[in-house]
């Protein structure tokens, strides 16, 4: 069942341009299990827009979305329990701070559960095993979450949205101001709930990188409309990027910069920076 966007569009009643829409007739469709889908394009295209869709957090001005079997469109339906539909697609915002709220991290993350009337002993307990999963240690259970660094924050804020067991997971740029290895840590976390529960998830980003190495599926939104929806490589193989405002791979971008100056035939379509060097190594190269 999933989610199903049938031509959707939304327009931001305070939208400057009366004639611009955030996104525009999008079509998508996704499943509710087995999907790990990125979600990239170039600043304001759309994304964290399309991502609200998702979960009703707004609705479409124009054309309908599908979420698990009830149809969202331009009005609200009293028949629809929106609450339960927060509970199933969990969102985890682009700033934490949207989402931070109560006095402590544990208070913070028991939120989600309490609010779906999980007793408190349990709500608890998911929310522990939920803070320890996103790599924060018990010390961080009784801090203050406005006095934590950005990354901290980020982190807090998804084990929020993991405390609530949502089927389908949407992530807007979760490791965006994250370091190297913290950001490597977050996407075998992402993956390793992905391939254990077979939960969709679905990520932001604008790191064609972790784009190239971990998904299967991409879709490309650019300008308000998608552009694509396909594998990574098919994308950086067939399509010009820079007419959407995106960047290619480091793998990609320094082995055709090899073949162009030192005149080799190197395969460039290389996920890692690992299977680069062999690609070199194996060109007799290194
Ligand atoms: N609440 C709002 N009111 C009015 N306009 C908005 C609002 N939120 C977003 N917009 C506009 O809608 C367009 C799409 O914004 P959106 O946040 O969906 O982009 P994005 O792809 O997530 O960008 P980024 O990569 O910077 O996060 C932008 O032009 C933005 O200025
Ligand atoms: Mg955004």
Redesign the pocket.
Same mark, same amino acid.
């Given at each position: 069942m999933g989610i199903r966007f049938n031509e959707v569009s939304h327009k931001?009643?305070?939208?400057s341009n009366v004639n611009?829409s955030?996104?525009y007739q999008v079509s998508l469709a996704i499943d509710a299990k087995d999907e790990f889908i990125a979600l990239v #394009?170039? %600043?304001?295209? #759309?994304? %964290?827009?399309?991502?609200k869709h998702m979960n009703a957090l707004i609705f479409p001005t124009a054309g309908n979305v599908e979420i698990f079997g009830k149809t969202i469109t331009k009005k609200r339906n009293k028949d629809i329990k929106y609450n339960e539909i927060r509970q199933k697609v969990g969102l985890v915002f682009?700033f934490p701070e949207y989402q931070l709220f109560e006095e402590t991290v544990l208070k913070d993350v028991m939120f989600g559960p309490l609010n779906f009337h999980i007793d408190k002993k349990e709500a608890e307990r998911l929310a522990i095993d939920a803070i320890k999963l996103v790599g924060l240690d018990e010390s961080y259970l009784n801090r203050n979450p406005y006095n934590l660094s950005g990354g901290e924050k980020k982190r807090a804020s998804i084990a929020g949205i993991l405390a609530m067991d949502p089927e389908i997971l949407v992530l807007?740029?979760p490791t965006s101001g994250l370091d190297p290895a913290g950001k490597r840590v977050l996407m075998e976390l992402f993956l390793d709930i992905y391939k254990t529960t077979n939960k969709t998830i679905i990520i932001?980003t604008?790191d064609m990188d972790l784009v190239y190495e971990y998904f299967s599926r991409v879709v490309v939104?650019n300008e308000?409309k998608l552009v694509y929806d396909g594998t990574p490589e098919k994308l950086f193989k067939e399509h010009d990027l820079s007419k959407n405002h995106l960047d290619y791979p480091n793998t990609v971008k320094v082995l055709s910069h090899l073949n162009k100056t030192l005149n080799l035939n190197l395969n460039i379509y290389q996920k890692t920076a690992i299977d680069a060097i062999k690609e070199i190594e194996k060109a007799g190269k290194l």
């Amino acid at each position: 069942m999933g989610i199903r966007f049938n031509e959707v569009s939304h327009k931001y009643s305070s939208f400057s341009n009366v004639n611009t829409s955030a996104i525009y007739q999008v079509s998508l469709a996704i499943d509710a299990k087995d999907e790990f889908i990125a979600l990239v #394009g170039h %600043t304001g295209s #759309g994304k %964290t827009t399309l991502a609200k869709h998702m979960n009703a957090l707004i609705f479409p001005t124009a054309g309908n979305v599908e979420i698990f079997g009830k149809t969202i469109t331009k009005k609200r339906n009293k028949d629809i329990k929106y609450n339960e539909i927060r509970q199933k697609v969990g969102l985890v915002f682009q700033f934490p701070e949207y989402q931070l709220f109560e006095e402590t991290v544990l208070k913070d993350v028991m939120f989600g559960p309490l609010n779906f009337h999980i007793d408190k002993k349990e709500a608890e307990r998911l929310a522990i095993d939920a803070i320890k999963l996103v790599g924060l240690d018990e010390s961080y259970l009784n801090r203050n979450p406005y006095n934590l660094s950005g990354g901290e924050k980020k982190r807090a804020s998804i084990a929020g949205i993991l405390a609530m067991d949502p089927e389908i997971l949407v992530l807007d740029e979760p490791t965006s101001g994250l370091d190297p290895a913290g950001k490597r840590v977050l996407m075998e976390l992402f993956l390793d709930i992905y391939k254990t529960t077979n939960k969709t998830i679905i990520i932001i980003t604008h790191d064609m990188d972790l784009v190239y190495e971990y998904f299967s599926r991409v879709v490309v939104m650019n300008e308000g409309k998608l552009v694509y929806d396909g594998t990574p490589e098919k994308l950086f193989k067939e399509h010009d990027l820079s007419k959407n405002h995106l960047d290619y791979p480091n793998t990609v971008k320094v082995l055709s910069h090899l073949n162009k100056t030192l005149n080799l035939n190197l395969n460039i379509y290389q996920k890692t920076a690992i299977d680069a060097i062999k690609e070199i190594e194996k060109a007799g190269k290194l």
